[in-house]
Antibody, heavy 118, light 109 residues
Framework: EVQLVQSRAEVKKPGESLKISCKTS????????IAWVRQMPGKGLEWMGG????????TYSPSFQGLVTISADKSTSTAYLQWSRLKASDTAIYYC???????????WGKGTTVTVSS | DIQMTQSPSSVSASVGDRVIITCRAS??????LAWYQQKPGRAPRLLIY???TLQSGAPSRFSGSGSGTDFTLTISSLQPEDFATYYC???????????FGPGTKVDIK
């Protein structure tokens, strides 16, 4: 069974850094793209970017390029999303998700809620 | 960049109703389209991919059609568990990029 287990909710202050995680199991981590998707309060889904853990190839939405960094650790089958300086507008739920053999996102984590407030 | 639009933005329906949601791409995307269902407080769930292929485990009352720029998701007979928000999504092959539509909320009439 494919599982994507995301790190716990975070409450941070503007300007702080943050790295959230997505630990996977049940499939070959290095062979499938992992995507990160943002959902702001009461809003829709936004693709942020993704990574192919096999060679660490990354791709970002132009809306998020330079604002976040996506990485992966093959030794622990874990993907990461990080910010160097959070803003209040980063308050959202962040989902990690796996692109499956259908070429579409087939499996999702439960989401990590990030709250940025002074 | 390809933009996705959906209509209506919300629909009120009753159990047993047939519900149709449309999605339009800003340019020809062939059949590179999926539909997801999201319930409050839950992660999205893949229902349909390649415009018309039912994902394993998705109920057969869901069907998708279309190609090019215009697509539809049909729920043949709405069930209580179907009240949710539905998103269309375009993907390309490489590098993978995903573009979501704004969503259509289906609620109880």
């Amino acid at each position: 069974e494919v599982q994507l287990v995301q790190s716990r909710a975070e409450v941070k202050k503007p300007g702080e850094s943050l790295k959230i995680s997505c630990k996977t199991s049940g499939y070959s981590f290095t062979n499938y793209w992992i995507a990160w998707v943002r959902q702001m309060p009461g809003k829709g889904l936004e693709w942020m970017g993704g990574i192919y853990p096999g060679d660490s190839d990354t791709t970002y939405s132009p809306s998020f390029q330079g604002l976040v960094t996506i990485s992966a650790d093959k030794s622990t089958s874990t993907a990461y999303l990080q910010w160097s300086r959070l803003k209040a507008s980063d308050t959202a739920i962040y989902y990690c998700a796996r692109r499956g053999s259908t070429w579409y996102i087939e499996d999702w984590g439960k989401g990590t809620t990030v709250t940025v407030s002074s | 960049d390809i933009q996705m639009t959906q209509s209506p933005s919300s629909v009120s329906a009753s159990v047993g109703d047939r519900v149709i949601i449309t999605c339009r791409a800003s340019q020809d995307i062939s059949n590179w389209l999926a539909w997801y269902q999201q319930k409050p407080g839950r992660a999205p769930r893949l229902l349909i991919y390649a415009a018309s292929t039912l994902q394993s485990g998705a109920p057969s009352r869901f069907s998708g059609s279309g190609s090019g720029t215009d697509f539809t998701l049909t729920i043949s007979s709405l069930q209580p568990e179907d009240f949710a928000t539905y998103y269309c999504q375009h993907t390309n092959t490489f590098p993978p990029r995903f573009t979501f539509g704004p969503g259509t909320k289906v609620d109880i009439k």
